[in-house]
């Protein structure tokens, strides 16, 4: 059941900030002017108004493609990860949605040209990691640590095989595994730290790039005030595509949300820029926090009945 609520407030931070991503807070302050209580129509989005609002994008089809591989094959490893974006992109048409990060797209391309993923993957920074680490939590949710980070790993080297994107996915994932095992906040927090050192030792590319644990860590220091975070979020630390800036956001509305899965799902998509893959990783990590979701019903049935077929083929129809 909580892999199912999870799962459903992923797809529900990807769906939500869908139609702003990459807009500014001032361009969604308008777009939103009139209030929501809903799914945010997609009629106005810069990037994805050919996408049907509610549509979840590149975020929540790669956990379910890879999620759906590794259990199919009792593991996780570099080959099965690289097969599942192959057929990711080739069936949900990735490149022409234009939802495919630069980062993916390169290292794959190299891929199928014969490059070792190791090197194909070493200049992937973008969050197109941190992205897809659901799926390797949920593969094996009470694996200790060590197995985790050997999973994301090599569900993150092929595309990012680089010091910031492994730190991130590193941080994330071992904040997710503790929620999920009933951690405190302070020992969530305690553990992203880990994982992103833990990530760090099998990094052969180092680049110069923020810190995304110094980052979740003054994440957790911000005073509890809405618009002091929104603000330095995207006005000093940025929330662009840099595995840091996302990684950082997600640990800075978390620790103001906590258990408001569906204030979290709001202010990522108020945030400007990367706002759906900021809103399905902190939707999921507030669900595995709060053991479940407070978002309302009614979006929650527009998104599952908008892409029942993804979640139909990857997850069954029970789901």
């Not at 459903?8 to 990459?22: K, L, N, Q, S, V």
């Not at 490059?115 to 949920?138: H, K, N, S």
């Not at 408001?260 to 990590?285: P, R, S």
Request: net charge negative; charged share 20%; glycine share 10%.
């Amino acid at each position: 059941m909580i892999e199912k609520k999870i799962l459903e407030a992923f797809a529900t931070g990807d769906a939500m900030g869908m139609p702003t991503e990459f807009m500014t807070p001032s361009q969604i302050a308008e777009m939103l002017k009139d209030g929501y209580t809903g799914l945010i129509s997609s009629e106005k989005s810069l990037t994805h108004y050919n996408l049907p609002t509610g549509s979840v994008t590149d975020d929540t089809e790669q956990v379910l493609y890879l999620l759906h591989v590794y259990r199919r094959d009792s593991g996780v490893t570099v080959e099965n990860t690289v097969s599942a974006l192959e057929a990711w992109i080739t069936e949900t048409d990735a490149v022409g949605k234009r939802y495919i990060g630069p980062s993916s797209l390169k290292a794959l391309e190299k891929i199928r040209e014969g490059v070792d993923p190791r090197l194909a993957g070493q200049g992937g920074t973008t969050c197109g990691g941190i992205m897809r680490v659901l799926a390797a939590v949920l593969f094996d949710p009470d694996g200790d640590e060590e197995t985790l980070a050997e999973n994301i790993y090599r569900s993150v080297m092929p595309t990012h095989n680089t010091s910031e994107a492994l730190e991130a996915a590193g941080a994330y994932g071992y904040a997710l595994r503790c929620a999920l095992h009933g951690g405190s906040f302070d020992e969530i927090f305690e553990a992203a730290a880990r994982g992103g050192a833990d990530l760090l030792k099998r990094v052969e590319w180092f680049g110069c790039a923020a810190s995304s644990v110094a980052r979740l860590q003054a994440a957790k220091a911000m005073p509890h005030d809405r618009k002091l975070i929104m603000d330095t979020l995207f006005n000093l630390w940025g929330t662009g595509l840099p595995s840091c800036d996302v990684c950082g956001a997600v640990f800075a509305i978390f620790a103001y949300a906590k258990e408001d899965v569906w204030e979290a799902v709001k202010m990522a998509a108020e945030l400007g820029g990367d706002t759906d893959t900021i809103g399905a990783l902190v939707a999921a990590l507030c669900a595995a926090y709060a053991k479940g979701h407070n978002i309302p019903a009614d979006v929650v049935a527009a998104i599952r009945q908008q892409n029942a077929a993804l979640f139909a083929s990857k997850l069954g129809e029970d789901f």
